[in-house]
């Protein structure tokens, strides 16, 4: 929101008021209102979604009849994100933000306000150009596109509730773990987790009610037992090997919790509620010994069934989607967001990255591998198929590529 007089941006009606963000208080400073920006749109990577669409609400506190003076404008921007820009011109490359387009909206007569406008875009004649220069000099050059956008008043609610990420200038941010808690965690560990092994043994052994050779099997029709591991219900279930653990991922608000039960007397033998994110996809090792979680808070870990210690953690830049164990216990194979594939070794309290595996080119997000755990197969969001030899490392064995399938995601 800028100030068509002076260029500068519009003033608060009261400095002390969180206009745009909760932590605008901290800083008395900020008597101004703060630019605000949407979540990313991720385009296919083809390039045939012409029609990018980000349908959220941004929320301003302050007092509504700023929208109709005369010399509010309201100017928004297009930008690509850094990340966006790997494969573009050198350029381009060496901005931090690359301009694409930009549009203006003045909403001084009330029929503007509460409708869909769809306002014409225009082009930035240099990176280093700023909107309102442009649009104070009346030069302003078409871009071959529009943008719909809606401008209302609305009245908020009572505050909501804290979250790990807040979304506007009502709602405290709040981790369910402090600063100084995530300071004092040793690397490669976390310690919130709550094995129930003291209270309950479970010995590892193999089970000795597994089907007979020959024998028939049975068509499950009737309930067998009614868990609950979060509740807002379960994002991951996943059995041991040899039938005898089933771990569940539920989801409780913020939390999201980790279960293991042992099938036979559903015993629980343990639960965490160390990922701070919906939890993807669950992985044995081959002896039921060790299982391994993926998460969007970042995070894979790996818990062990046979001794008391807190999970390994294995971080990772953005969300991860797959793991898979090799067939050894110690190789861990994980698929991220990234499009990248990296592989893990596990030592007793400490995990090393062996190697990142870059050739997908859209994010990667099923992995799953033979009955040998020699082979993995790879799959992303543009429907690409990797197919690997892993044993201490991985190598590419072939590129699997559907015609049907095209560029949609496996």
């Not at 225009?122 to 990176?127: E, F, K, V």
């Not at 997908?360 to 790879?378: E, F, M």
Request: proline share 6%; glycine share 4%; net charge neutral.
């Amino acid at each position: 929101m800028i100030d068509a007089k002076s260029g500068q941006h519009v003033k608060k009606t009261r400095p002390e008021i969180c206009a745009v963000s909760y932590y605008e208080r901290q800083n008395e400073t900020i008597d101004y209102i703060l630019p605000i920006q949407t979540q990313p749109f991720s385009p296919d990577k083809s390039g045939s979604i012409l029609r990018p669409a980000w349908e959220e609400s941004l929320i301003i506190n302050d007092d509504s009849s700023k929208l109709y003076e005369e010399n509010t404008v309201f100017f928004f921007e297009i930008l690509a994100l850094p990340t966006a820009c790997s494969n573009w011109a050198d350029s381009r490359q060496a901005q931090s933000w690359y301009k694409i387009a930009w549009s203006f909206l003045r909403p001084t007569r009330s029929s503007l306000v509460g409708r869909k406008c769809r306002l014409q875009l225009y082009s930035y004649p240099s990176q280093q150009a700023e909107v309102y220069p442009i649009w104070a000099s009346h030069k302003m050059a078409t871009y071959s596109s529009t943008l719909y956008v809606t401008v209302k008043v609305t009245t908020l609610k009572d505050q909501p509730p804290p979250t790990l990420r807040s979304m506007g200038p009502h709602q405290k941010e709040e981790g369910t773990i402090s600063f100084e808690q995530l300071q004092s965690r040793p690397i490669g560990t976390t310690s919130s987790t709550s094995m129930a092994a003291d209270t309950c043994s479970v010995p590892l052994h193999t089970s000795a009610w597994t089907r007979e050779a020959g024998q028939s099997c049975q068509v499950p029709n009737r309930l067998h037992k009614v868990l609950h591991p979060g509740t807002q219900g379960c994002s991951a279930l996943a059995f041991s090997p040899d039938g005898r653990f089933l771990a569940c991922a539920g989801v409780s608000g913020e939390s999201y919790p980790v279960t293991i039960w042992e099938v036979s007397s559903w015993t629980l033998v343990l639960s965490s509620d160390d990922h701070r994110g919906l939890v993807y996809n669950f992985s044995w090792s081959s002896q039921s010994s060790l299982v391994a979680s993926a998460s969007a808070d970042s995070v894979c870990r790996v818990w062990s069934l046979e001794r008391l210690a807190p999970p390994l953690t294995l971080p990772h830049p953005c969300f991860v989607y797959g793991v898979q164990f090799a067939a050894s216990a110690a190789i861990v194979c994980t698929a991220a967001y990234d499009a990248c594939l990296r592989v893990w070794r596990l030592h007793e309290g400490s995990v090393d990255l062996v190697e990142e595996l870059r050739e997908h080119k859209g994010l990667v997000n099923c992995l799953a591998s033979d009955g040998s755990r020699s082979t993995l197969y790879s799959c992303d969001s543009v429907g690409e198929m990797c197919v690997w030899t892993i044993n201490e490392s991985a190598q590419l064995q072939r590129k699997v590529k559907v015609a049907e399938v095209g560029r949609i995601c496996v």
